[in-house]
């Protein structure tokens, strides 16, 4: 069965914009279970508590689940290894003491934080790119986080692709799991990031099925796609202007890619992810819009 969450980013709590301000935990968890979702991810470490009991109290009180926590790293860069891998294991260990063994860690490229790819997001070309020998050391240190949370808690690790990262294209992404053991690091299909990275989310679900062990969902207008690619709109600029629309109102072929995951026997979490923007209302009343689109999508 597919189960169908939100995250605290939907309220404002993003890991790149530390000084934003966000609703506070007990509204953020209140308003995703008023809105009819099963599950939440932690968001920001120390947004939800970080002591086992209390977290899993405060999920839990509201019959919320943990799907998962994003732990962003550097990987294309050797001395944010070792910082990278104590930050995924502690959070590793906080998830599997509080919600068990199924949920996962999202690891991601530390995103945004490489001026060119934030400029040219929505439109790498193979330059802007790593070198082969630059890929290899990417994916083994990408693996060295994937073992180090199975070994210290027991818990599977997904690759989050995303735009203004150095895994954005389809290439990149067959760049990474190309070169990962699949046993070991899994794919969180991102239908959003992907599409507007110059990707297909069903050629992606019918390449890698064996491999998305998570999904996120969100959806992207083609218009402001169009015209952040014609104008040359660097990602937080694409962003800013909704190039994340509520789930629907862009091009993402949702039901098409709930449609091959279900055909293919997915069973993971389907995570919301609704950036909160100007002229959309609070985010509890998109939480419920988001929430309505899916179900008429049987979910």
Same mark, same amino acid.
């Given at each position: 069965?597919?189960?169908?969450?939100?995250?605290?980013?939907?309220?404002?709590?993003?890991?790149?914009?530390?000084?934003?301000?966000?609703?506070?935990?007990?509204?953020? +968890?209140?308003?995703?279970?008023?809105?009819?979702?099963?599950?939440?991810?932690?968001? =920001?470490?120390? *947004?939800?508590?970080?002591?086992?009991?209390?977290?899993?109290?405060?999920?839990?009180?509201?019959? %919320?689940?943990?799907?998962?926590? *994003?732990?962003?790293? #550097?990987?294309?860069?050797?001395?944010?290894?070792?910082?990278?891998?104590?930050?995924?294991?502690?959070?590793?260990?906080?998830?599997?003491?509080?919600?068990?063994? @199924?949920?996962?860690?999202?690891?991601?490229?530390?995103?945004?934080?490489?001026?060119?790819?934030?400029?040219?997001?929505?439109?790498?070309?193979? &330059?802007?790119?790593? !070198? &082969?020998? &630059?890929?290899?050391?990417?994916?083994?240190?990408?693996?060295?986080?994937?073992?180090?949370?199975? =070994?210290?808690?027991?818990?599977?690790?997904? *690759?989050?692709?995303?735009?203004?990262?150095?895994?954005?294209?389809?290439?990149?992404?067959? #760049?990474?799991? !190309?070169? /990962? /053991? $699949?046993?070991?690091?899994?794919?969180? %299909?991102?239908?959003?990031?992907?599409?507007?990275?110059?990707?297909?989310?069903?050629?992606?679900?019918?390449?890698?099925?064996?491999?998305?062990?998570?999904?996120? *969902?969100?959806?992207?207008?083609?218009?402001?796609?169009?015209?952040?690619?014609?104008?040359?709109? =660097?990602?937080?600029?694409?962003?800013?202007?909704?190039?994340?629309?509520?789930?629907?109102?862009?091009?993402? $072929?949702?039901?098409?890619?709930?449609?091959?995951?279900?055909?293919?026997?997915?069973?993971?979490?389907?995570?919301? &992810?609704? @950036?909160?923007? $100007?002229? %959309?209302?609070? $985010?509890?009343?998109? #939480?419920?819009?988001?929430?309505?689109? +899916?179900?008429? %999508?049987?979910?």
């Amino acid at each position: 069965m597919i189960r169908v969450a939100n995250a605290p980013c939907s309220w404002g709590v993003l890991e790149f914009e530390k000084a934003a301000r966000h609703a506070p935990a007990s509204q953020v +968890l209140d308003e995703i279970a008023a809105a009819g979702y099963s599950g939440t991810e932690l968001g =920001d470490w120390g *947004f939800l508590p970080t002591a086992p009991a209390a977290l899993a109290a405060d999920v839990g009180t509201r019959s %919320l689940a943990l799907a998962g926590a *994003f732990v962003p790293v #550097a990987l294309a860069r050797a001395e944010a290894l070792d910082e990278g891998v104590a930050r995924a294991v502690r959070t590793a260990r906080l998830l599997a003491e509080a919600a068990g063994p @199924d949920t996962v860690l999202v690891l991601s490229d530390d995103n945004a934080s490489v001026p060119n790819r934030t400029a040219r997001a929505g439109r790498i070309r193979e &330059e802007d790119g790593l !070198s &082969e020998a &630059e890929w290899d050391a990417f994916a083994g240190r990408a693996g060295q986080v994937a073992d180090a949370v199975r =070994d210290a808690a027991g818990l599977r690790t997904v *690759f989050h692709h995303h735009c203004a990262g150095y895994v954005e294209t389809p290439r990149e992404i067959d #760049a990474l799991l !190309s070169r /990962t /053991t $699949p046993s070991l690091l899994g794919l969180c %299909l991102d239908t959003g990031h992907l599409m507007y990275g110059g990707g297909d989310p069903l050629a992606t679900i019918a390449r890698y099925l064996d491999r998305i062990w998570h999904v996120h *969902f969100k959806d992207c207008d083609p218009d402001l796609a169009r015209a952040a690619r014609d104008e040359g709109w =660097d990602y937080h600029t694409a962003v800013s202007r909704g190039i994340f629309c509520e789930l629907g109102r862009g091009m993402v $072929p949702l039901a098409g890619a709930v449609d091959a995951l279900r055909a293919g026997g997915y069973a993971g979490w389907i995570v919301v &992810e609704q @950036d909160v923007l $100007p002229g %959309l209302g609070t $985010p509890s009343a998109s #939480a419920v819009r988001n929430r309505e689109y +899916l179900r008429r %999508l049987g979910l």
